[in-house]
């Protein structure tokens, strides 16, 4: 009897497992299918409304004008050249800015009086709006891609060694303390515990990077480019030719999404190894 009883329960709870599995897949695809008919009902309302002359989409632009334009710069065989250069110079700022970063962030914390020496500064140099380096950077670098790689880099290499500096101070005490009992010395604790228990800290800092590089690299095309998607934006503005500037923002949105999905990749696939 007490072996069918236990049989039963195995069952109930097997049968209540693949209910709940069954309930969270219904969830995972109605919130995917929640996202994919919001992006259409957006882009069919706005294309409507300039259809429709509601807004003038001289102002606004629109889906269908938006295809147009691509496939005129495609056409003119420079599409992908500007894609292409915003995309070389957004990946060189995130991965330089993430390296140099982490590298200072470890260095702080390893040697605790040159943290609190440079704490003020790096506060400081946060709060400092970097678009008014702009002038500084050039004659410093140069233009082109170097001002615009260094000015991606400024904006991403101070919130990556405070945030991650931050995750590296917010490891519990105790367990630090236990690998000191230990003979553990600083580097074998860094190794060891601090850096796995703030791996998604370091996950998190790359998903916000990734964003600001995206906004320094444009904001370095703004100052001193002849190619890329910020070039796009600015030639766009000065002309009135406001297709061409949605035109560079809707193909942002696409590369910056696509970007961020690999990231999101990678830390599932860290999170499944953990």
């Known amino acids: 009897m007490k072996r069918l009883s236990l049989k039963t329960k195995k069952e109930k709870g097997s049968i209540a497992h693949q209910k709940f599995v069954k309930k969270e897949h219904l969830k995972t695809f109605f919130v995917h299918f929640a996202r ?8 069919g309302v706005w294309e409507l409304v300039a259809y429709l002359n509601i807004v003038d989409p001289f102002i606004t632009s629109s889906p269908s004008r938006i295809i147009k334009q691509t496939v005129e710069l495609y056409n003119s065989g420079s599409l992908f050249k500007h894609i292409l250069t915003t995309l ?6 995130f991965t330089l800015s993430t390296i140099i970063g982490t590298a200072i962030a470890i260095i702080l914390f390893v040697i605790t009086p040159l943290k609190r020496v440079l704490e003020p500064y790096l506060i400081v ?17 140069g233009v082109g891609t170097n001002a615009i790689v260094t000015m991606g880099i400024l904006i991403c290499v101070v919130i990556t060694i405070i945030n991650l ?11 630090i303390m236990l690998l000191k009992t230990m003979g553990a010395n600083k580097l074998q604790i860094l190794t060891k515990l601090i850096i796995p228990a703030t791996l998604p800290n ?19 095309e703004y ?4 190619a890329g998607l910020g070039y ?29 999905g690999i990231i999101s990749i990678i830390e599932k696939i860290i999170v499944k190894k953990r």
């Open 125 to 141: 140099l946060n709060s400092l709006p970097k678009i008014a380096l702009g002038p500084l950077i050039i004659i410093w670098v």
């Open 223 to 226: 100052l001193s480019s002849k």
């Open 88 to 93: 070389n110079e957004t990946v060189l700022a």
């Open 232 to 260: 796009l934006l600015v030639y766009g503005g000065q002309i009135f030719k406001l297709d061409l500037v949605m035109t560079a923002i809707v193909i942002l949105c696409i590369l910056s999404s696509v970007m961020y």
């Open 36 to 43: 994919v008919f919001l992006l259409i009902a957006i882009i």
């Open 202 to 220: 370091f996950i998190a800092t790359l998903k916000i990077n990734l964003g600001m590089a995206w906004v320094g690299v444009i904001m370095g």
């Open 165 to 175: 500096l931050n995750g590296y101070l917010s490891v519990s005490n105790e367990k």
